[in-house]
C-alpha cells in the first residue's frame, strides 16, 4: 500500500510504506533490506481509512526529508549565517585585516582601501567557492573532511616546528 504521506521528486531517493497488518511485514522487511524501501511507518487502519476525508498525516521530520523544499528558506539562512561567522572570525586579525588597517593609515583614502581590499576577498572567495564545488562533484564528502583535516593538521604541525626553532 502506498503511503499517507505526500511524495515529491528530490535529490534523494525515499519510498514510503505504511504498514496496515503483521501479514505484510516480512515481505516489507526484505524490500527494505533489499534497498527498496528506505522507510516503513506503522499506521493504525484508521488513519488509513480517513486518508479521504482528511489532509495528508504530517511528520515534520519524514516532511523534510521527502520535500526538503519545505525548509529550503530556513536551510539556506543558517547556511548563509554559519558561514558568515566563521568568515568574520577567522578573518579578525588576520594578517589581511592588519594589511588593510596599515594601507588605510598610510593612504587616507579609507574608501578605495575598503573597496579594494573588499573585491579582493569576495574574488579569494568566489575561487573558494568554484574550487569547493569542483571537487565536490569528485570526491566524497569523507575525503574532502579528511583531507581538509590533514591539511590543518599539516599547517599546525609547520607552525608549533616555528615555534620550537
Do not use: C, Y
Not at 493504525?44 to 525548509?71: F, G, H, M, W, Y
Not at 573597496?115 to 568566489?126: C, D, E, K, N, P
Request: net charge negative.
Amino acid at each position: 500500500m502506498s503511503s499517507p504521506f505526500p511524495s515529491s521528486k528530490s535529490d534523494i531517493p525515499v519510498s514510503l510504506v505504511s504498514v496496515e497488518t503483521s501479514d505484510s511485514l516480512p515481505a516489507l522487511l526484505s524490500e527494505a533490506k533489499s534497498g527498496a524501501i528506505t522507510e516503513i511507518i506503522p499506521v493504525t487502519p484508521d488513519q488509513v481509512s480517513n486518508q479521504a476525508d482528511s489532509p495528508p498525516l504530517k511528520n515534520p521530520t519524514i516532511e523534510s526529508r521527502i520535500n526538503p523544499a519545505t525548509n529550503q528558506g530556513a536551510a539556506k539562512w543558517r547556511v548563509f549565517t554559519s558561514t558568515f561567522i566563521t568568515i568574520f572570525l577567522a578573518e579578525m586579525g588576520d594578517k589581511t585585516q592588519i594589511a588593510t588597517l596599515l594601507m588605510t593609515a598610510e593612504s587616507h583614502a579609507p574608501w578605495i582601501i575598503f573597496l579594494g581590499a573588499a573585491t579582493a576577498l569576495i574574488a579569494t572567495s568566489l575561487v573558494g567557492v568554484l574550487l569547493g564545488r569542483w571537487l565536490a562533484g569528485r570526491l566524497a564528502p569523507q575525503t574532502l573532511d579528511r583531507a581538509a583535516a590533514l591539511m590543518l593538521l599539516w599547517v599546525a604541525a609547520m607552525l608549533i616546528w616555528e615555534v620550537i626553532q
